[in-house]
């Protein structure tokens, strides 16, 4: 049974800080493909950042440069650093799983199968 559950969000100001943190169980995260998405409200849900099982990374363009993928072996855990946020970067969090292993960027949700409950993000102006 694979848990993945988010936590780290919050209330920020413009060009303010948070890390997303991604806790896992049932799966070795460092191991995996794991990714970053979120939805802001009337929206899709949309890719964030990816991490391969080989550590390879990769962004979407409105986060690159302000945002960062890694993973914790130690903790299991995977987290997103964002810097320099934006009130468009205002959206629930999700962190997702995939069963397949791809050395490839994987920014599509239905190549993820594990998903975790959001986290809040808001960033006021």
């Known amino acids: 049974h694979v848990q993945l559950v988010e936590s780290g969000g919050g209330l920020v100001q413009t060009g303010g800080s948070l890390r997303l943190s991604c806790a896992a169980s049932?799966?070795?995260?460092?191991?995996?493909?794991m990714g970053w998405f979120r939805r802001a409200a009337g929206k899709e849900r949309e890719f964030v950042a990816g991490?391969?099982?080989?550590?390879?990374?990769c962004y979407a363009d409105s986060v690159k440069g302000r945002g960062t993928i890694s993973t914790d072996s130690a903790k299991n855990t995977m987290y997103l650093q964002m810097n320099g946020l934006k009130p468009e970067d205002t959206a629930v969090y999700f962190c997702?799983?995939?069963?397949?292993?791809?050395?490839?960027?994987?920014?599509?949700?239905?190549?993820?199968?594990?998903w975790g409950q959001g986290t809040q993000v808001t960033v006021s102006s």
């Open positions: 997702a799983g995939s069963i397949y292993y791809r050395n490839t960027c994987m920014d599509s949700d239905r190549l993820y199968d594990y």
């Open positions: 049932g799966r070795t995260v460092s191991s995996s493909n």
């Open positions: 991490i391969t099982y080989t550590g390879r990374t």
